[in-house]
């Protein structure tokens, strides 16, 4: 026993308070550094040197007009499917299927621009699309909240499995609809005619989008701060006991936010079909619905910091394809990118929520 | 290194201080502990006992000062470094893995080569033999009854060849009589030289068990006396630290009409296991009703089948208004109960997990009961706002802000904000469990006031506690539930302890699952 | 006719990526750690194991069998292991939400596996055209040589290159080792209730990090058999799917218990193909269709699986939260 006394040299403890600032330098040193080590990792492996790297990520998002469009565009998409993700989380439903929901909204916004195109006006014909594919998404979402009302089912897994059932159930109707024949694909639906394709604002097709996606934010934000319905979602995500304590009803609840939830993915989906690409494919929604989880956390489900942090996401996502257009690259560069920069946003939330205390110089010599 | 001395302390802590965050949890305590000796702990809810014996058993570091064992000064940086010193601690909260059986948690973490179940079962025997336990090498733990959980705590730390053992306020789940069984092994452990160190804040255990009592308050070491030489008013006012008055005031109940009306009520968990079986009782206003029992003998879920939140498989529940009327509340959640017009309010056992949302604000709290208020789909956070602001100033709350979260505030001005808030809808019915857990001797007493208060309003309040001198002082009558059924209802004023200790384990002994 | 010789092969191959995933997924998640990132491992175990290859197959003049083997599967050991590092510093050390910890590194494992696996060739400056590793491919899938001569036994029983009954052997071994040993007792107790582990002398952070690590190995393994030995050593983007979550979803199936997770993973396995057995005509749609039978069979055994409420099969009871010795 005659050995050191041995001190342990970090010490851990919780935060109590953060003042909100120093949380913000933190959060803004990390993506620093993860954009450092991003461009380390972009160097290593093209050769290009850094500050051209990061120009080149600034030219892939905001080089011209039509790219400021689509970068907007993306980002009202992916902006949308995470505030429909965000009053789900906030109630601990890990909801993974954003991508199914709003692959169910392609669904339905296709399948009712296919079959009736010619037997309606096209206004519409516009709405039952919308209703359609709020209705797709809604039911995507309901299914998985049933279950977990009812039974406790794991839903992380079972939205997640939607997703690719309503991926198998896209790509039959894709192969069922093909045009032209033989090439498994939908094409450009309603070319010519136009017909339940969204209205452009001065000739541009994103705008109407974009305000869609504001309007949300702010919709979202106050649904969730002021309502009653947001009020209930608050109480069932931080304690169920407590919630049935006052005679909020669970079930309801969940099955109510979920199917909002769903019918907002389904609302991204219509907008994709009806808005912008005008086809249906099993990869149309692109991941977004896993993005938006992302997106959604790490703003702390408060929408206006999603618009901080879908940018964020997007904005290197484009920038990550930029560069592997321009070095002749795969593009899923940028998914690696992404990848490292959500380490070090995930990893800071360590510092805002604990303290570390240093002991220095204090081991002592025992006889 | 030193020698065999009787002086010699076993354990010694030297200016130890603990703080968490700015919190300082302990502040240069000082303590010696003797081979041989039964030292019991003594200090308010608060006071820091915890944590310091959380240092010696290795949970948490200190930030200033040392201990030293068998003279030796040592660095205790986890639990298996104080096994490594013979040192175990059997915590207030069970630290036992449900699914696995005695044996395995037992043996949990020890390197003794390969797993041997068998020869482990053998050894447990041993020393169950030794000192008078009983245990079930092969039962799970998710099967043993709270008592039977806590002996194989004991033998966990006894089997790890412990000289010195801590226990952490280990009476506060017994029955006196399985307090007595657990003393007399405690007894033999000191006859065999092994060194107890047993926190409480209980007066009677500390005269009956230990041989010397150390005092702190507020973090802070204050004294030790010989046991033998102390009386009980002398370490009151040393462990509060200043002179208090040891009487709760009971009123007569004046004008006592039936509010409840209670019969045949059973209630079976979600497992299938009967958690009340039978039970009918009357409760009326201007009384208190005490409610005693083992923990989990059912009270728990007669609170909640009253309040609408448990699922009633047999019997009545009448609620009887002002005008005689009896409506039957069984099939009806807390909402349809409240449109009813019948203003029930209950303060639960699990303060942040069920009555309060331990990270909301307090206004957002107060909110909680009346969130549904008002047409349209917003909520009105004003009159949420100005109710805190009111609870804060009357019940003195010690908090920052209205604007705080409750899990930051300490355990008594949390049960203050929520018995603040239940009492706010003034209430004709009163349910309470385990209302004062955890409190210091302040606080508890502005809550019996606040219960008493409620009482003269004309209330009938239903108080579950643990106890059983507070159950005595404070209730009109106390009904005694065990295994689910009702024992007997005793009158408060003329009952003993003893009598329903007793009560508390007439049917079927411990007999707690089926 | 439904052909069960052809068929049980075919579910066994596509299987045992899943029993691979599924034992890694359990072992992690013995210790209380939710990995969803294991997708991704399984891609990086994957593209490491074609990268150690590829570089093998066109530096070496002759390529030695013991070598062929080793350099890949070393590879895509040291790939999983440094993403089960990466999961537990995050995770474990900084505490981190682990269901997004998952999704990131299921982000970024994907996007690793895509990019080399478009990139390689670009990057590595070689002249081929495209990644196809039927050298090592040949080493990695050998087959015991009788196996041809004991018909529908040898087929059924003796097919599959060594990897395959290495995720036998291994699924075993760690069911035995979680049942019987001191090291599997004191994971479970980890996976259970930290703080009681902890209080017990079990160092818990080492037993997550341990835990984790070998199971993101072992899943890891998964992606190199599916590359190396039932893709015939062609690595394709996107090519190994969403076989990941699969893996996941069987660790509940399989009720925390790596023995079950071998005739689990080949049931799966088979519905998996089972779309290829299904005579559709020249109905092209209607297999699209079938191919999402597994999701729906996973679906469905979540349902069934929440009504079970022995305290046995239950999750570990700590699964998903960060343990942090001094909350109180």
């Given at each position: ?367 | ?243 208090v008055v040891l009487n709760i005031a009971r009123p007569e109940p004046k004008d006592p009409k039936k509010k409840l009306e209670i019969s045949n009520l059973t209630v079976r968990s979600s497992d299938g296991v009967v958690r009340l079986c039978d039970v009918s009782f009357d409760a009326y206003s201007g009384e208190i009703l005490g409610i005693a029992g083992i923990a989990g003998s059912g009270q728990k879920e007669l609170l909640e089948a009253i309040a609408g939140l448990q699922h ?99 355990g008594g001005n949390v049960q203050k904000v929520l018995v603040g808030r239940e009492i706010a809808s003034s209430p004709t019915v009163l349910l309470t469990a385990y209302v004062v857990r955890g409190l210091d001797i302040n606080s508890s007493y502005t809550i019996y006031d606040l219960i008493n208060k409620q009482k003269e309003r004309g209330v009938a309040v239903v108080y579950v506690g643990e106890d059983l001198d507070v159950l005595l002082e404070l209730c009109d009558r106390i009904m005694v539930l065990c295994g689910g059924r009702v024992s007997g209802i005793v009158d408060g004023r003329t009952a003993t302890k003893n009598e329903i200790g007793l009560m508390m384990t007439r049917i079927g002994g411990s007999g707690r699952d089926e | 006719m439904f052909d069960i010789v052809a068929f049980i092969p075919r579910a066994v191959v596509q299987g045992i990526p899943l ?310």
């Open positions: 026993m005659n050995s050191a006394v041995k001190v342990p040299l970090v010490h851990i403890t919780r935060r109590k308070n953060i003042v909100w600032y120093r949380a913000w330098i933190v959060r803004v040193v990390a993506v620093i550094m993860a954009l450092i080590l991003c461009g380390i990792v972009t160097m290593l492996l093209v050769g290009a040197n850094p500050i051209d790297v990061y120009k080149t990520m600034v030219v892939g998002n905001f080089g011209t007009a039509r790219k400021i469009w689509f970068m907007l565009q993306d980002l009202a998409i992916l902006l949308i499917i995470s505030l429909a993700l965000a009053p789900a989380f906030r109630m601990r439903f890990w909801n993974l299927g954003g991508d199914g929901q709003a692959l169910m909204g392609c669904l339905g916004a296709t399948t009712i621009m296919i079959l009736f195109r010619d037997s309606m006006p096209n206004w519409l014909l516009i709405i039952c699309m919308l209703l359609a594919a709020l209705f797709g998404g809604a039911l995507w979402a309901f299914i998985p909240a049933f279950f977990k009302s009812k039974w406790n089912t794991n839903e992380t897994l079972f939205t997640l499995m939607m997703n690719y059932v309503a991926t198998q159930l896209v790509a039959y109707f894709v192969v069922f609809w093909e045009n032209p024949k033989g090439s498994s694909k939908i094409g450009i639906i309603n070319q010519r005619t136009q017909l339940g394709w969204l209205p452009t604002i001065g000739g541009n097709k994103y705008i109407l989008i974009i305000i869609v996606a504001v309007l949300l934010t702010v919709g979202m934000f106050v649904y969730m701060r002021y309502s009653k319905h947001g009020y209930e979602i608050s109480v069932v995500g931080e304690s169920e006991p407590t919630a049935r304590y006052v005679g909020i009803k669970v079930r309801k609840v969940i099955i109510r936010t979920l199917i909002l939830s769903g019918a907002i993915c389904g609302l991204a989906g219509f907008l994709l079909v009806s808005g912008t690409d005008h086809t249906m494919t099993t990869t149309l929604v692109g991941g977004r619905g896993f993005t938006g989880v992302m997106v959604a956390w790490l703003a702390k489900f408060n929408p206006f910091f999603m618009v901080i942090t879908s940018f964020v996401l997007v904005f290197l996502g484009r920038g990550a394809s930029e560069i592997s257009t321009m070095f002749g690259l795969n593009d899923s560069f940028g998914a690696i990118l992404t990848g490292i920069i959500l380490f070090f946003i995930i990893g800071c939330e360590f510092f805002l929520n604990y303290e570390l205390h240093f002991r220095h110089g204090k081991n002592k010599e025992v006889q | 290194m030193a020698s065999e001395n009787i002086k010699t302390p076993v354990l010694e802590l030297r200016g130890i201080t603990k703080r968490f965050g700015d919190v300082v949890a302990n502040e240069n305590v000082s303590l010696s502990v003797y081979k041989g000796e039964i030292l019991a702990l003594l200090g308010e809810n608060g006071s820091g006992k915890t944590t310091l014996m959380n240092m010696i058993s290795g949970i948490y570091y200190p930030d200033e000062g040392e201990i030293l064992v068998n003279g030796n000064p040592v660095s205790i940086r986890s639990p298996k470094e104080a096994f490594d010193l013979k040192i175990g601690m059997i915590h207030q909260h069970f630290k036992l893995v449900d699914v696995l059986t005695a044996t395995e948690n037992i043996i949990l973490g020890l390197d003794e080569g390969k797993l041997n179940i068998k020869k482990a079962a053998e050894k447990i025997r041993n020393i169950c033999d030794l000192y008078g336990f009983e245990v079930d090498p092969d039962q799970k733990i998710y099967n043993m009854s709270v008592s039977q959980k806590q002996t194989v705590e004991i033998v966990k730390v006894l089997y790890r060849g412990a000289d010195i053992l801590i226990l952490d306020e280990p009476t506060a789940v017994l029955t006196p009589q399985e307090t007595e069984k657990l003393f007399a092994v405690l007894r033999n452990m000191k006859k065999d030289g092994k060194t107890v160190i047993i926190i409480t804040h209980k007066m009677q255990e500390v005269l009956s068990i230990s041989d010397r009592v150390a005092i702190l308050r507020k973090g802070q070491y204050i004294c030790d006396k010989i046991t033998a030489q102390a009386n009980v008013q002398e370490l009151t006012d040393a462990m509060v630290g200043h002179s009633v498989e047999n019997g009545n529940i009448f609620y009887i208004d002002d005008e005689g009327n009896k409506e039957q509340l069984i099939g009806k959640d807390p909402l349809k109960i409240a449109e009813m017009g019948v203003s029930l309010s209950f303060v639960p056992e699990d303060r942040l997990g069920m009555g309060l949302v331990g990270n909301m604000d307090l206004a957002d709290n107060m909110m909680l009961r009346s969130f549904r208020k008002g047409k349209g789909v917003f909520t009105d956070r004003k009159t949420p706002h100005e109710l805190a602001e009111h609870v804060v100033e009357e019940l003195e709350v010690n908090t920052p802000s209205v604007s705080t979260p409750v899990r930051k505030l300490s | 029993m691979f995933g599924c034992v890694g997924e359990t072992i992690t998640e013995k210790s209380g750690n939710l990995n969803l990132g294991t997708p991704g491992i399984m891609y990086v175990g994957g593209i490491c194991g074609v990268i150690g290859a590829f570089f093998y197959e066109h530096n070496a003049t002759k390529m030695v069998a013991a070598l062929a083997i080793l350099i890949p599967i070393l590879c895509c050991l040291a790939g999983s292991l440094l993403m089960g590092l990466i999961y537990c510093f995050l995770t474990v050390t900084l505490r981190a939400n682990q269901n997004v910890t998952g999704l990131a590194m299921t982000t970024f494992g994907v996007g690793i596996g895509n990019f080399f696996g478009g990139s390689l060739i670009k990057l590595s400056g070689a002249d081929v055209p495209s990644i196809a590793l039927s050298r090592t491919h040949g080493f990695i899938s050998a087959t015991l040589p009788f196996a041809k001569n004991w018909g529908w036994v040898g087929k059924i029983f003796f097919s599959y290159g060594f990897l395959a009954y290495m995720a036998i052997v291994l699924a075993i071994v760690l069911a035995v080792l979680i049942s019987k040993s001191k090291m599997g007792l004191n994971l479970r107790a980890v996976g259970e209730s930290p703080a009681t582990a902890d209080a017990a002398g079990i160092n818990v952070t080492k037993y997550k990090y341990f835990a984790t690590c070998i199971g993101a190995m072992i899943a890891g393994l998964g992606g190199l058999y599916y590359v190396m030995d039932f893709a015939s050593g062609v690595w394709s983007n996107d090519a190994f799917g969403d076989r990941g979550w699969l893996a996941i979803a069987l660790v509940i199936f399989t009720i925390w218990r790596p023995g079950h997770s071998i005739w689990a993973s080949i049931l799966f396995g088979g519905l998996c193909i089972l779309h290829m057995f299904i005579p559709t005509g020249t109905n092209l749609a209607v297999k699209e269709l079938y191919k999402g039978i597994p999701y729906v069979v996973t679906i469905i055994v979540l349902i069934f699986t929440s009504l079970r409420n022995r305290r046995e099969d239950q999750p570990p009871a700590s699964l998903g939260l960060s343990y942090f010795r001094e909350d109180r």
